[in-house]
């Protein structure tokens, strides 16, 4: 088991900035590839960013790339996701999961409760 906690969500104004953490305990978190979905009201569940066991290789969604990095530390057993000129559009619960280095939900085996983000006009 891997218990994932996730924090740094709030509310900001378009073009803020927000880190997102990600602190994992149980198994070894060096060993799973690590991802960051996002879910807005009345929408489905969708990939935002994974990053691979070691760190070295990250793939992001169009719609975040140039304004979000993913990183990890795996001494820490944490992950990030930074996230710079927010925009309205980006307002959703964010959850980190673990397992499988893919953009589907169903490739991941341990999920967090999720962090509100929440960005105002």
């Known amino acids: 088991q891997v218990q994932l906690v996730e924090s740094g969500g709030g509310l900001v104004q378009a073009g803020d900035s927000l880190r997102l953490s990600c602190a994992a305990s149980?198994?070894?978190?060096?060993?799973?590839?690590m991802a960051w979905f996002r879910q807005a009201p009345g929408k489905e569940r969708e990939f935002v960013a994974r990053i691979v066991t070691n760190g070295v290789f990250t793939n992001y969604a169009d719609f975040v790339k140039g304004r979000f990095t993913i990183s990890r530390d795996n001494a820490k057993n944490t992950m990030y996701l930074q996230m710079n000129s927010l925009k309205t559009e980006d307002t959703a619960v964010y959850y980190c999961?673990?397992?499988?280095?893919?953009?589907?939900?169903?490739?991941?085996?341990?999920w967090g409760q999720g962090t509100q983000v929440t960005v105002s006009s």
């Open positions: 999961a673990a397992g499988r280095y893919t953009v589907s939900a169903s490739g991941y085996d341990y």
């Open positions: 149980g198994r070894t978190f060096s060993a799973f590839a």
